[in-house]
C-alpha cells in the first residue's frame, strides 16, 4: 500500500513538472545584465499581477546568439517556450516553420496598426498577420562617453567625426586612459563596423552594402574607406578587450577607466542601474558622422503556439501586456530604448530618450532610418552570420588585408 502511494505521488511530480499549469508563461530572452534584468523584471511583475505563473527562461549572452541555439533545440525536440525574444528577417523564418501563433485577435481588439509605425508593424507581421509583439525600439548608432575621462583627458565635447574621435582618443591616450572600450564578439565588432561605415558612407551606401548586399557598393572605395577606419578605431582599444562582455565595457566608462564605447542604447540601461545621470556622469551623442541616421533595432516576443487553454489565454495576456502603455514606459525607462508605440508621452524620458525619438520620426522621412545588421534586422540569420565572421576575422587579424576583407565579405554577400 505504501509502495503504491510513493509510486502514485512519484508520478503526480513527474507529470505536475511536464505539463503547463493553466497560466503559466515560459518566456526565452537573453536579458542578463544589471540594466536588462531590471527591465525584463517589470513584464514579470506585470504578468504576475495579472494572475499568471512566469517561468524565467535567460539564456546569457549579448546579442542573443546562445538564446537562438537554445531556442532552436527546444523546437525541434517538440517543446517550445511559450514565448521567445526573437527578432527582424528571423521572425520570418520561425513563422514559416509554421510553429508561431497568430496574434490577431489581440492586435485588432488593441488596434496595434494604428499605435505601430509602419517599419515596426512590417517586421512582426507574417503574411499580413501579426506573429510578434515589439517592446521597444534601440538605436544602434550611438557613442558613449564617461564624463569623468574626457575631462582628465581635457576633451572638451563629443566628437562628431571620425578624425575629432581620433583627436580626441589621442588626447584619451596621453591621459594614461583607455580611447575605446570594446568587448570582443562578433556582434559587438559589427555594432561599431556598422556605425563606422554608417558615419563613413552614409544611408544610402549603409542600405545598398548591407541591407541589399549590392556586390558593387560592397568592393567600392567607401567600402574600403570604411574598413581602414574601423581598423584604425581598434587601435584606440585595450589588449584586454578579445572576450570582453559589452557590458563590461560599459563598466569601464562608469569607472571612469575608458573614454568612449560604440554601443547601442541598452549601454544606457547600465549607466543608470549604476546609478548615473545622464548629461552629468556619462554623455551620449551619434556616433561621428551619423547625426542624420538611425540603424534601428526592436526587440519583440514571438509566441509559440501550444494547445493547453491556460497557456493560450496567457499568451494573449503577455501580448497584451507588452503593447500596453503602462509596460511600454517603464520597460524602456529601464532598458535606454524609447517606446514602439507613436502615442506615448516621453515626458519623463532622458535627453538621450527624446532624442532618440525624434531622430527616429525625423529619419523615417529622410531615408536615414536603416536596420541594423549587428542586431538581426536587416538580413536574413545565414547572410547576416557570414558576413560578421568576415569582419570580426578583419577586426582580430592585423594581417588581413582591407582588400582581402572587402573579397570576403562581398563573397559572404553573395551567398545570401
Ligand atoms: C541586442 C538587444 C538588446 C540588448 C543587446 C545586448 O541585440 O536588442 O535588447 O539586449 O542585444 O544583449
Not at 584606440?236 to 569601464?252: E, I, K, Q, S, V
Not at 526592436?298 to 495576456?317: I, N, P
Request: charged share 25%.
Amino acid at each position: 500500500m505504501l509502495k503504491l502511494k510513493t509510486i502514485v505521488a512519484a508520478v503526480a511530480m513527474a507529470i505536475s513538472a511536464h505539463a503547463a499549469v493553466a497560466g503559466e508563461v515560459e518566456v526565452l530572452h537573453y536579458w542578463t545584465s544589471g540594466g536588462e534584468a531590471k527591465s525584463v523584471a517589470e513584464l514579470k511583475k506585470i504578468m504576475q499581477a495579472k494572475g499568471h505563473v512566469w517561468k524565467d527562461f535567460a539564456v546569457a549572452g549579448g546579442g542573443g546568439d546562445a538564446a537562438a541555439t537554445v531556442l532552436k533545440s527546444r523546437v525541434v525536440a517538440g517543446n517550445p517556450p511559450a514565448a521567445a525574444q526573437i527578432k527582424g528577417p528571423a521572425i520570418q523564418e520561425w513563422a514559416n516553420e509554421g510553429v508561431l501563433a497568430n496574434l490577431d485577435a489581440t492586435a485588432k481588439a488593441e488596434k496595434w496598426d494604428d499605435v505601430l509605425p509602419k517599419v515596426v508593424a512590417d517586421v512582426m507581421k507574417y503574411k499580413g498577420n501579426y506573429v510578434a509583439a515589439p517592446v521597444n525600439v534601440h538605436r544602434v548608432n550611438w557613442m558613449w562617453a564617461s564624463s569623468d575621462a574626457l575631462k582628465k583627458a581635457g576633451v572638451k565635447s563629443m566628437p562628431k567625426t571620425w578624425d575629432e574621435f581620433f583627436a580626441a582618443g589621442d588626447a584619451l591616450k596621453k591621459a594614461g586612459l583607455i580611447a575605446v572600450a570594446h568587448g570582443g564578439q562578433n556582434w559587438q565588432d559589427f555594432t561599431t563596423f556598422e556605425s563606422v561605415a554608417l558615419g563613413v558612407g552614409g544611408a544610402k551606401f549603409y542600405n545598398d552594402a548591407f541591407v541589399k548586399l549590392d556586390p558593387k557598393a560592397l568592393s567600392s572605395d567607401t567600402m574600403k574607406k570604411s574598413l581602414e577606419t574601423f581598423r584604425k578605431v581598434k587601435s584606440y582599444t585595450d589588449a584586454a578587450a578579445p572576450g570582453r562582455d559589452w557590458n563590461l565595457a560599459t563598466a569601464m566608462l562608469i569607472q571612469g577607466k575608458a573614454g568612449f564605447q560604440l554601443m547601442g542604447d541598452w549601454a544606457k540601461g547600465e549607466f543608470l542601474a549604476a546609478g548615473k545621470v545622464p548629461g552629468k556622469d556619462f554623455m551620449c551623442a551619434a556616433a561621428p558622422g551619423t547625426a542624420n541616421a538611425y540603424t534601428f533595432n526592436v526587440d519583440s516576443f514571438a509566441m509559440f503556439k501550444l494547445k493547453d487553454a491556460g497557456a493560450q489565454k496567457a499568451q494573449a495576456d503577455l501580448a497584451s501586456s507588452i503593447m500596453g502603455k503602462e509596460f511600454q514606459e517603464v520597460f524602456n525607462l529601464n532598458k535606454g530604448s524609447i517606446p514602439a508605440r507613436t502615442d506615448m508621452k516621453m515626458d519623463k524620458f532622458d535627453d538621450c530618450g527624446k532624442l532618440s525619438a525624434k531622430d527616429f520620426v525625423a529619419t523615417a522621412k529622410t531615408g536615414g532610418l536603416v536596420p541594423s545588421v549587428a542586431h538581426g534586422m536587416a538580413i536574413k540569420p545565414a547572410a547576416e552570420g557570414a558576413i560578421k565572421d568576415a569582419v570580426s576575422q578583419f577586426w582580430n587579424d592585423d594581417k588581413i588585408t582591407v582588400a582581402d576583407a572587402m573579397k570576403k565579405i562581398a563573397a559572404a554577400g553573395a551567398a545570401k
